[in-house]
């Protein structure tokens, strides 16, 4: 069974650890936080057996095989590089890094020290993701799609109260579109390939990211509308609209239930794997699979995935004028 570490101490990490026990694929080791209390606590919860506020000492840990790293966005890059020099297979959170430019260095040093450089980027690895990408062609030809993840932060609450946590801040490489976007954006790739072109069309906050926005990717005779928000909430599905059938998600990370809507009929049949209740299950199992078999291949087809969400999430910054602090 792998060993791995993890850096940070959050809740997504604890799913992590929760789904990577479930799997059966990964046991934890070692548990990184900047306060050592905090990685005690996550230790003994989760019988890890050694703890570190060193990064420099949990990357020369040779019992450590891999790591997962969600710590804050701007610190992936070199947290990341840490790492892979010491030849530990990392999966990070997405957002992966900050930019292209980052991510191509970062593979370069996997490849270099004959590691894995994973984005953990959950819903598409799910079974009603790779149902829905087998489904599409059902629509018959498409004109249209809607991915929407509008859903109100309660940090938002403590940023209109002067505060300014990482997520809305451009120092730790924050906003709507690398936070919540990139899900919709992830799953438009992954369904239906990298777009031509993209257009965002952001709400600014004062903080200098966007606090909501929409995302227009244009393919091939339609488009694919990206809706994302962290100060509003949706309760509406998101869609795929085809000339002969229009597919209803009921989200978008993860999907539970597919309705495929004939036009003429209106009949519906409805489609979904029931899903593990933690379904980062499913990318731990992927992650587990790709490193045992040293699955060049299905590791190059992830990477094409994380390296065209990040050019469609680079290219939209910069047409706003958002620029995070690692790029300064």
């Known amino acids: 069974m792998m060993k791995f570490g993890t850096v ?49 000492g949990m990357a020369a840990n040779e019992e450590i095989d891999a790591v997962y790293l969600a710590s804050p966005n701007s610190h992936h890059y070199e947290h990341a590089k840490l790492f892979l020099r010491h030849k530990k297979h990392v999966i990070c959170e997405k957002p992966i890094f900050s930019n292209t430019a980052e991510l191509e260095d970062a593979y370069q040093v996997a490849e270099e020290n004959g590691v894995f450089l994973f984005e953990a980027m959950r ?39 002067g505060e300014r946590p990482n997520i809305f801040s451009t120092d730790f490489s924050g906003g709507t579109l690398v936070d919540l976007g990139v899900y919709p954006i992830s799953l438009a790739v992954y369904v239906f390939g990298e777009p031509e072109k993209v257009s965002y069309h952001p709400v600014m906050l004062e903080s200098g990211v966007d606090g909501s926005g929409t995302l227009v990717m244009e393919y091939d005779g339609f488009i694919c509308t990206i ?102």
């Open 227 to 328: 809706l994302c928000s962290k100060i509003a909430h949706s309760f509406t599905p998101s869609e795929i609209h085809g000339e002969q059938v229009s597919l209803v998600l009921d989200h978008v990370a993860p999907i539970n239930k597919i309705s495929l809507v004939d036009r003429k009929t209106k009949k519906s049949e409805k489609l979904g794997e029931p899903l593990n209740e933690n379904d980062m299950i499913y990318e731990i199992e992927t992650f587990a699979k790709i490193i045992e078999e040293n699955d060049l291949e299905a590791y190059h087809e992830l990477t094409d995935y994380s390296r065209a969400v990040l050019r469609i999430t680079e290219t939209a910054r910069k047409q706003n004028n958002i620029v995070f602090g690692t790029e300064k």
């Open 8 to 56: 940070g101490t959050s809740w997504i990490t604890e799913s992590f650890i929760e789904a990577a026990k479930e799997s059966g694929k990964m046991e934890l080791t070692a548990v990184y936080s900047r306060s050592i209390e905090n990685a005690r606590k996550i230790s003994g919860k989760y019988d890890a057996s050694q703890v570190y506020d060193d990064l420099e």
């Open 123 to 161: 819903n598409i690895h799910s079974p009603n993701a790779k149902l829905l990408k087998e489904q599409v062609d059902k629509a018959g030809k498409l004109r249209s799609a809607v991915f929407q993840y509008i859903q109100y932060s309660s940090r938002y609450d403590r940023f209109l109260e």
